[in-house]
């Protein structure tokens, strides 16, 4: 091992060539990473059309028995099997989407501008079929993000879209967006997300926002995890922050920290 006083010293055009490379084969990883999600995706789709499409013939075949062959225990569990096969098929269908939306997060080019984010609460909570399902509570304090408006877009549809799906079986579901303090402090400003749902336990919040990570069971809720590993990839693009926050059947709390745009 060299000591270190008999390590060479490097120029600054030899630094400056060596991040150059460095960050040349950081892109490159990054690309070749995206590359393979989508081809993955992408090719996984025919062998999945084929289960789904044959799934279907089965019940047709099925379907044309005689009523008291179909009725009888044999059949009956045949039909259970074709109907778990199909709900896995869909199944793995959602998770080839999540797959494909987070590749194209992690690729699409940043066309950062001045979003309000009151506007944009506004436009997302509009893309969502059951909004009106709940009582809304949107601060008029909200700040201004420099940010891309369509990945801001999709993180707000799916940070909102959960605070729907997760408050949808209480009484009175209720979502609340609002300004907080900003914990990094000056130069940051944050923003949460709080519903009174279902909630979560906190000592599995570990991997919450890793891919296809679910903390409640499928026949709870649906979905398959994958929505905010996408929120965590476009908050990293930002160079922002997520957390996620909450106690079982206490609500849920998503909290943003977005580097302050320029006045």
Known sequence: MLDEDMTPDLTPEQLRAALAASQRQVADMAAAQEEFLRVVSHDLRAPLRHITSYGKLVREVLGDLPADVLQSPPLQEAQEFVGTMEQSARRMALMLDGLLALSRVGRAPLHLQPVALAAAVAKARAALPTAEAAQWSVA???PTLQADPALLHELLVQVLGNALKFSQHQPAPSIA?????AARGAGWVAWEVQ??????NPERAAGLF????????????????????VCRAIAERHGAHITATAAVGQGCTVRVEWPAAAA
């Open 210 to 229: 890793g891919i296809f990570q679910r903390l409640h069971r499928e026949t709870e809720f649906d979905g398959v995890g994958a929505g905010l590993a």
């Open 195 to 200: 519903d009174n749902g279902a909630g979560f």
């Open 140 to 142: 008029a304090d909200l």
């Open 177 to 181: 967006v609002r300004t907080v303090p």
